[in-house]
């Protein structure tokens, strides 16, 4: 569990720190951004900060053992993965977005939570550690 944790802080925090140094750059590189209209380096650097505060609760939560933690993180990626879905599916997408769009934001932003759902169970009393 600390393992994926820390694996999730390190790319969420690559990210962040890539959107924060580099916004036009970030939105270059990212396939598919480009479609959503023109960039705006504010914004992407806002989102930055956000993806940030998401690697640090999953690196303190790797680090402590904690889960009260993991809530920022859960808040943040989990609806950001939340909002790219409903939007493939409102929206519709191609396979290759939707496979790219699944291993990119969708996995990673769900992770958190699932683990600590399996967290939950795996206690006696069903509480999170």
Request: glycine content about 12%; charged content about 10%; overall charge neutral.
């Amino acid at each position: 569990m600390r393992l994926l944790f820390v694996l999730l802080s390190v790319y969420h925090g690559l990210n962040g720190l890539f959107m924060l140094a580099m916004p036009e750059a970030w939105y270059a590189a990212v396939p598919g951004v480009v479609d959503t209209g023109p960039a705006n380096a504010h914004f992407i650097r806002d989102i930055g900060l956000g993806f940030l505060a998401s690697a640090a609760a999953l690196w303190l939560a790797a680090k402590t053992g904690g889960t009260a933690v993991l809530v920022p993180a859960l808040v943040f990626l989990g609806g950001h993965a939340g909002l790219h879905l409903v939007e493939m599916i409102t929206h519709g997408t191609t396979p290759a977005a939707a496979l790219r769009d699944t291993l990119v934001i969708l996995v990673p932003g769900f992770l958190p939570f699932c683990a600590l759902l399996g967290r939950a169970g795996a206690t006696p009393a069903g509480r999170a550690a």
